[in-house]
């Protein structure tokens, strides 16, 4: 029976590590999996905006922060010439100086 109990503490002794490191890398991979669904498997793929603005809200949120979100969004639209931007994950901006831009975009 002693020696059982060596084998099997030498089997977790070996599987420590994988499992530790299995701790932090599924999370992670699961982390990388959503953000490039949540960027490229939505039907917002195809309105351009800032690369930050696909993956997270933290684009949007900080320009809203500094107070320049309204300026920031004219620069976005005169960039890149579209009506519709985006500007988060699932969040689209209009410009309003056009006259048919007065509808709300969201993807769910």
């Not at 993956?55 to 320049?68: C, E, T």
């Not at 960039?79 to 309003?96: E, P, S």
Request: charged share 20%.
């Amino acid at each position: 029976m002693l020696a059982s109990d060596s084998t099997s503490s030498l089997l977790s002794a070996e599987l420590r590590p994988i499992f530790l490191l299995s701790l932090v890398f599924l999370p992670v991979c699961f982390l990388v999996v959503r953000s490039l669904r949540q960027a490229y498997g939505t039907t917002l793929r195809a309105v351009p905006g800032p690369v930050l603005a696909k993956f997270s809200r933290l684009w949007y949120l900080s320009n809203v922060y500094r107070g320049d979100f309204e300026k920031v969004n004219a620069r976005l639209h005169q960039h890149y010439g579209m009506n519709l931007v985006r500007v988060a994950v699932k969040d689209t901006a209009d410009d309003l100086s056009h006259p048919r831009s007065y509808r709300t975009y969201r993807s769910e």
